[in-house]
């Protein structure tokens, strides 16, 4: 097995974390990836906090594995973050920016 920090920390059997490609990295990727070992990684893009957390349940629903999102935080707001914090998403990449809201 591949025994790395990366799987260890994350609790996944490969070190592969998916690209959180929005409009491409949906819930059905997202889940297969998790799935299959490694870690998939929703693409949120302009995706609205309610939508957001809609997948997040859709995620769960067909994984209890280790899966991310990724916030593109010049179409995200501070509601996105909510999201992400009360369904306790193991892991949340900001690309291209920070946070909104002044949390980074």
Do not use: N
Not at 54 to 70: E, H, L, M, W, Y
Request: charged share 15%; glycine share 12%; hydrophobic share 50%.
């Amino acid at each position: 097995m591949w025994k790395t920090r990366i799987t260890r920390q994350y609790q996944i059997e490969f070190p592969f974390i998916g690209a959180g490609m929005a409009f491409a990295a949906t819930a059905p990727l997202v889940s297969a990836v998790s799935e299959a070992g490694g870690m998939g990684v929703l693409g949120v893009g302009v995706m609205p906090p309610a939508v957001l957390d809609q997948t997040v349940t859709q995620i769960r629903r067909a994984t209890s594995k280790p899966f991310g999102i990724d916030i593109i935080p010049r179409f995200a707001t501070t509601e996105h973050i909510q999201v992400a914090i009360q369904a306790r998403v193991p892991v949340v990449v900001f690309f291209l920016g920070r946070p909104p809201g002044g949390m980074g």
